[in-house]
């Protein structure tokens, strides 16, 4: 990790901190923790989602990230509504984010290649939240929000276990050099309904559109989520489509 990512992690949650106890004090009652899971899709066609054996031997057989399916991940979410007005709430949130591609290649009748690759995405949030209807039941409400986002890329790995079918003693793991760690800015906007279960407990769950990499791409480092820059002179944009499931906890 360079030292202008870890300033630019230090900076975010230096600025979430004093934004929540500075004005905690003046505008907000009530504040509300939230703990659950969120899921991760990658959209569009980044290479993030091709496979990391690539299925085509002309010029775009690039090596993927093998990501092309949903990622699971956990958040926790501070909710401080806005004293004057309940219906505005400030937020802040960690989200830990556990990608990871699993592929089987047969190389003949006595051997298997297994072939794996994880990337963990620690992703510090502050924003808002506004609600938009009052269901009439439940205390159910709808509520549209935005925040920003900012993502530290980490445990990066990638390896190749050669497995023998007929002789174990013959396995072999290859371990392929990881790209770098990095720090990404990005953000996202999201509807969700949020119910009463019992007295403080409620439900808040939704779904996000949004993107990791909106800024501090790094071309030389090439694609956000693959294995190897092999073949890759640029950093595409990472959008990405959430759905989150919390317990909500009214204080």
């Known amino acids: 990790m360079t030292k202008k990512a870890i300033f630019a992690v230090i900076l975010l949650f230096v600025i979430t901190i004093a934004f929540t106890n500075g004005l905690y004090s003046q505008l907000f009652t009530n504040p509300r923790l939230s ?6 899709n990658i959209l569009g066609d980044n290479r993030a989602k091709l496979p990391m054996v690539a299925t085509d031997d002309e010029e775009n057989a690039y090596t993927g990230g093998s990501f092309g399916f949903t990622q699971p991940g956990l958040r926790f979410l501070a909710t401080f509504p806005e004293t004057t007005n309940d219906d505005l709430r400030f937020n802040a949130s960690i989200d830990y984010l556990f990608f990871s591609g699993r592929e089987r290649i047969v190389i003949n009748r006595n051997i298997v290649h297994l072939l794996r690759h994880d990337v963990n995405l620690l992703g510090f949030g502050a924003g808002a939240d506004y609600v938009l209807l009052d269901l009439g ?11 920003i986002k900012g993502y530290y890329l980490h445990g990066i790995s990638a390896e190749i276990y050669e497995d023998y079918l007929n002789e174990n003693s ?14 990404r800015l990005g953000g996202s906007v999201k509807f969700g309904v949020e119910g009463r279960l ?6 808040n769950a939704g779904v996000g559109l949004g993107a990791i990499n909106l800024l501090g791409r790094d071309d030389t480092r090439g694609e956000l989520l693959t ?10 944009l990472v959008s990405t489509f959430n759905v989150y499931i919390l317990l909500q906890y009214n204080l």
Request: aromatic share 14%; net charge positive.
């Open 227 to 236: 294995p190897l820059t092999l073949f890759e002179n640029s950093e595409a």
């Open 198 to 203: 019992r007295k403080n407990i409620f439900v």
């Open 137 to 147: 039941f439940a205390n159910a409400k709808f509520v549209a929000g935005a925040e």
């Open 35 to 40: 703990f659950g899971v969120v899921t991760t």
């Open 170 to 183: 013959n396995d072999n793991v290859y371990k392929h050099t990881p790209k770098s760690s990095a720090f």
